[in-house]
């Protein structure tokens, strides 16, 4: 398996309640159900109120790199990415687990 984890940080003067990051959101909420490669998928607001937190995470599992690539590349995810890039950065780690 491979763990997909993307860690968010909203652009400064971004806030949660802005449009574009609701939609962001619920794009990614919905891109949980759209992929079928997907075989865990989480997702959520930070809670930590330490400085170096990022605002939202995204915790994905795959069977394997073929899956995590078709992942990548659908199209739901696509959207959702161009979505995110207008108001946040982020950070990747994947990697193999049992």
């Given at each position: 398996m491979i763990r997909h984890l993307v860690l968010f940080k909203l652009n400064e003067?971004?806030?949660?309640?802005?449009p574009r990051v609701v939609a962001g959101?619920?794009?990614f909420e919905e891109l949980g159900g759209l992929v079928p490669e997907l075989a865990s998928w989480e997702?959520?607001?930070?809670i930590s109120p330490r400085p170096i937190a990022y605002d939202f995470a995204l915790?994905?599992?795959?069977?394997?790199?073929?899956a995590l690539t078709a992942?990548?590349?659908h199209p739901a995810h696509q959207a959702?990415?161009?979505?995110?890039h207008e108001f946040a950065t982020w950070v990747?780690?994947?990697y193999v687990f049992e």
């Amino acid at each position: 398996m491979i763990r997909h984890l993307v860690l968010f940080k909203l652009n400064e003067g971004v806030e949660r309640d802005d449009p574009r990051v609701v939609a962001g959101v619920r794009a990614f909420e919905e891109l949980g159900g759209l992929v079928p490669e997907l075989a865990s998928w989480e997702l959520g607001w930070n809670i930590s109120p330490r400085p170096i937190a990022y605002d939202f995470a995204l915790n994905a599992s795959v069977a394997d790199a073929g899956a995590l690539t078709a992942y990548l590349e659908h199209p739901a995810h696509q959207a959702g990415v161009a979505q995110w890039h207008e108001f946040a950065t982020w950070v990747i780690a994947d990697y193999v687990f049992e």
